[in-house]
């Protein structure tokens, strides 16, 4: 990680880490897993007990193995996001924040801190939870899935994010509750903040290379406080 500047801005990611998730990811990755056999991907090839991400990338590299053209690929990986939107917006309106994200929130942009959310949720999944958790009116900019933007853990979104933000990468802070956005935080040259609120145990989120964890965003107030002062 390069050397950090003052911090300007925080970018947290969503699910699990300012709302509680109510996105049933085992679905979306069986009908994604369908879609891509009825494309001509073998039976057994991919296992929703794999990551989205990790499923997406090993088919965009089947596709340009097999010389799919790049308007192809963009086609096929929209379909794909098609089925991943419907399936997040199912139960979107039972969203809950966590405890305390709100007023962590608050506290940030009291200091004048800008709020970035980097999610690998749709666009207007992220808007509603955001609004129905009571966080849209303190969130500065938003980067969700899109078929044109590498998503974390590749370090493209959140560059993009933070262009977007107004600030340079150093001058920001990834807060999230998952290996992968601790790899997309490496994978950009920033620092990485965990929370517990989703399923990973502490062992692998300090692993991952964690600068502290926390039980949950709300207990992040008086860190955050500390290290803005210095």
């Known amino acids: 990680m390069g050397r950090r500047g003052k911090i300007r801005a925080v970018v947290f990611d969503l699910d699990d880490t300012l709302v509680e998730s ?24 991919y296992r929703p ?22 308007r192809t690929i963009k086609e096929r990986l ?9 399936v997040e917006m199912e139960h979107v309106h039972e969203t809950r924040p ?11 942009r ?39 933007t590498r998503a974390k853990p590749h370090p493209d979104a959140y560059l993009k994010l933070v262009s977007r933000l107004g600030v340079d990468r150093e001058e920001t802070i990834f807060v999230g509750d998952h290996p992968i956005d601790a790899q997309c935080a490496r994978n950009a040259g920033v620092m990485f903040v965990a929370v517990r609120t989703g399923d990973v145990p502490d062992g692998d989120l300090e692993a991952a290379g964690s600068a502290a964890v926390f039980q949950d965003v709300g207990h992040m107030v008086e ?8």
Do not use: H
Not at 55 to 68: K, P, Q
Not at 139 to 145: F, G, P, T
């Open 78 to 86: 929209r379909e794909l996001d098609e089925i991943m939107d419907a």
């Open 110 to 148: 009291e200091r004048g801190i800008r709020i970035g959310i980097l999610t690998r949720g749709c666009e207007a999944y992220a808007r509603k939870a955001l609004r129905i958790g009571g966080m849209d009116a303190l969130v500065d900019e938003v980067e969700s899935r899109n078929s044109d």
């Open 22 to 45: 109510t996105v049933d990811f085992a679905k979306f990755k069986t009908l994604v897993i369908e879609r891509m056999v009825s494309r001509g991907e073998p039976v057994g090839k």
């Open 98 to 108: 966590i405890s305390g994200a709100a007023d962590l929130l608050r506290t940030l």
């Open 49 to 70: 007990e794999e990551t989205i991400v990790a499923i997406l990338d090993r088919y965009e590299c089947s596709l340009n193995e097999m010389g799919a053209s790049e």
């Open 223 to 230: 860190w955050f406080e500390k290290l803005l002062e210095d």
